[in-house]
Every structure is written in C-alpha cells, then in structure tokens.
C-alpha cells in the first residue's frame, strides 16, 4: 500500500530541493560580492597610504616589495601600481589571467594626484561556489530526502482504508461497466430498429405477417427454434455493415434451403415449418405451431442440418481470411413458470450456448415420442429453470445423422455453382 500522489510529492521534493540549491548559491553570491566591495576598498586605502611615500619621486624597488607584500592575499587575483602618467611602477599577483572585479583609487599627495591603484579580486565561478557550498547542499539533499521517506510513512493508508478505496473502485468500475453495457444495448436495439423499419418498408407484407405470428394470444402449443451467431469478441460490431449483410443474406439462403428439404422430408404441410424472422445480428427464428411428434423431429432436423452447413461456411471462410461466424441453436416451447413465451425462451436459451451446440427445452409429453432419435446431456452449471431442464445435443442415431449428412451434401452441390460466381 503506497502512500497517495506519491510523484507528485517527489516531484515537488525534486524542484524545493533545486530552488533550494539556487537561493544558496544567490545568497553566497549576494553575500561575496558585498563582501568584496568593502574589501577592495580597503586594501586600496591601505595601498594608498603605505605607498604614496615611495611615488614622489618614484621608488620601484619599495614599491614591488609593497606589492608583493599584499599579493600574499589569496583573494588577489592582481595589483598594479602606477604613476600619474600611467606608466607602471609595480605588479604583482599570481593570478594575473583571472576575471574578477576591479577597484581603482587615486593616490593623492597636497591635493595633487602622483600615482594610481589597482586591485582586481577574484570572483568565484559558480562551479567554485558549489564546491564551497557541497556540505549545505548534502544537508539539503538529506533533509529533502527525510522529508520523502517521512511522507511514506505518515501518508500511507491504513489496511481498513486501502480495503474501503478497492471497494469503492471496484463499485465504481462495475456501475462504469454497467452504464457501458446499457449504452451498447441501446445503440445495438436503436440499429435493430431501424434495419427492421427498413426490412418492413421494403417486405411489408412478409413483416407484417411476422408481427402478427409474434403478437398472436394462443402460443401454448408453438415451438421455437433460435439461430444465432456466437460471437464473443463482438466482430459483428467491427465490420462493414454491407459485408455483414452479405453474411447473412448467404446463412438466410442456407436456412431457407434446409426448411424446405425438411418440410419435403417429413411431409409437412405449408406454413408448418415457417421462418418468423430472418437472420439479422441477433440470429433467426423458425417456427412450428403444433407439439406433433413429427414437426417437432423436422425442427430438430433443421437444426441440425444447418449446423453441419454453417460449420462447412465457417471453415471455408475463415480459409480465405474472410469474415465468419460460427452458431449456436436453441429449441424452446412456453415456460410458465419464468413466464417466458417460447419466442422468448428459445432465444434466451441459445445465450447460455457456445458454438456448435445445439440445446432443447421441451415438456416430457412433447419429447417423449422424438427422445429415442437423439442423445442428450444436461446443460452444465445450470443457473434456472430454463437451464436445469433443458438438454443438450450430443449425438443422432444413425437415420436422422445419415439424413443430416444428406440434407447437407444436397444443399451444398446444389448451391456450389452459384456460390462459387458470388465469391468470383
């Protein structure tokens, strides 16, 4: 558990211990030149009065042991002595090449001037403060420093505290995720909306007739059957709309195939086994309005046959790098106890599957006459009603499965050829 705005507070450190650093080296700056003013002015009024005996007339042997004299002076980067005319009497220092500040004053004798002095005392570099300055730089440092680890210590939460703050980001987080979740449930219905306001204004009729297939009072004896895409990284999202549309178009045509072949096959009249909704991004929806042993074989038999085709498109898509899906299927009647039409409760069922499975949700009188042609599994981890009682496909015995692989190679040779010219 780390202490809060732990950067920032080392970042604010860093910079107090830089402005520290330059006040120190302003100060000592500030102070030093103070300091060499007052000086200067005295070594020149003392220059001027031992050596203003020996420049009328002009002593040059006294006047360079004069200056030598005060060269000894470490803070003396050089000193001149002239005469009234500016010629030099006497030098001196050792330090001649140095930069510094000059001090100048005029040797004055009856009021008359006979000579001049000139003092230059060093002026420290600011790499020569800093060496002079290292023990109250170090101080500074260790003070800063104290001050870092005094904040982690003092300012770093207590384990109630750190446990309060992870609930409240995790609550946080789940009402973000939540509202998140809302917002694409909304985008995702607004543009069901509005592709089934376009769909029923080019097809009214036949949308008319699937609202009024959805909205009839007396569904105790339907059956549904739901087709949708598995599609957990959400890829329906990410393509074109125009390239999912021609996705689909390609699984409607598949669908609309295998319900013919089946009502051929089991002999059912027209509209026995009709499809109430196209495919579109939540799937596809197949009906039968009778619990009849033999519709109820031949909805089974659609789903079958169609998982067999997708899972055949899959494989030849995702080959040329194309988009694809794969699908799952859900067959349902009326739920009374969650109050689910069978619409309703084939649809949610088919959310609980993952790819390839195929799941069944029928009352003991409506599957006890097909339960012999299939094996079944129950459902793992169950969370409902719904899902405790329903089954999953396992297996076909071996006359539905071989009129399954049929079904399927039929629709495929028949379609190859003008597959083949779309994707051409």
């Not at 780390?2 to 120190?24: C, D, E, T, V």
């Not at 390609?250 to 009249?269: G, R, T």
């Not at 039409?341 to 949700?361: G, M, N, S, V």
Request: hydrophobic fraction near 40%; proline fraction near 4%.
């Amino acid at each position: 558990m780390n202490a809060p705005r732990q950067g920032l507070f080392a970042s604010l450190l860093i910079l107090s211990f830089a402005l520290h650093s330059i006040l120190m080296v302003v100060a000592t700056n500030y102070y030093l030149k103070d300091n060499r003013a007052i000086q200067g002015e005295l070594l020149t009024r003392q220059l001027v009065t031992d050596s203003i005996n020996e420049l009328d007339p002009p002593n040059t042997v006294a006047l360079a042991l004069l200056t030598s004299r005060y060269a000894t002076n470490p803070s003396i980067a050089s000193l001149r002595i002239l005469d009234q005319s500016d010629r030099v009497l006497a030098t001196a220092g050792a330090n001649k090449t140095r930069q510094g500040e000059v001090f100048v004053r005029d040797a004055l004798l009856n009021e008359q001037k006979i000579g001049r002095i000139e003092v230059t005392l060093i002026k420290p570099s600011i790499g020569e403060q800093l060496r002079n300055l290292w023990l109250p730089l170090l101080l500074s440092l260790i003070l800063h420093s104290l001050l870092w680890l005094g904040y982690r210590t003092i300012a770093r939460p207590t384990r109630s505290e750190f446990l309060a703050k992870m609930k409240r980001e995790a609550q946080l987080k789940h009402e973000i995720q939540r509202l998140a979740d809302a917002l694409e449930q909304e985008k995702h219905q607004a543009s069901l909306a509005i592709a089934k306001a376009q769909q029923l204004y080019q097809k009214p009729r036949t949308l008319q007739n699937l609202q009024d297939a959805l909205q009839q009072t007396e569904q105790g004896n339907d059956i549904y059957l739901s087709i949708q895409f598995y599609d957990p990284k959400q890829l329906l999202g990410t393509v074109n709309q125009s390239i999912a549309q021609t996705y689909f178009n390609i699984a409607q045509l598949f669908l609309n195939k295998v319900v013919e072949l089946c009502s051929s096959h089991y002999q059912l009249k027209e509209n026995e086994l009709e499809i109430i909704q196209p495919f579109f991004d939540d799937g596809a929806l197949v009906k039968i309005s009778s619990k009849n042993a033999n519709l109820i074989s031949a909805l089974v038999q659609v789903a079958v046959v169609f998982q067999l085709l997708s899972e055949a498109m899959y494989k030849r898509y995702r080959e040329e790098k194309r988009f694809a899906l794969q699908t799952r299927c859900a067959i349902a009647e009326e739920l009374p106890n969650m109050q689910l039409p069978a619409d309703k409760a084939a649809i949610r069922l088919a959310q609980y599957l993952h790819a390839k499975e195929t799941a069944i949700y029928l009352s003991k009188p409506s599957f006890k006459d097909v339960r012999h042609c299939y094996e079944l599994v129950a459902l793992p981890n169950p969370s409902n009603a719904l899902t405790r009682e329903a089954m999953l496909l396992h297996g076909l015995n071996n006359e539905c499965a071989q009129s399954a692989q049929d079904m399927r190679n039929q629709i495929l040779s028949g379609r190859k050829p003008q597959h083949d010219e779309q994707d051409n």
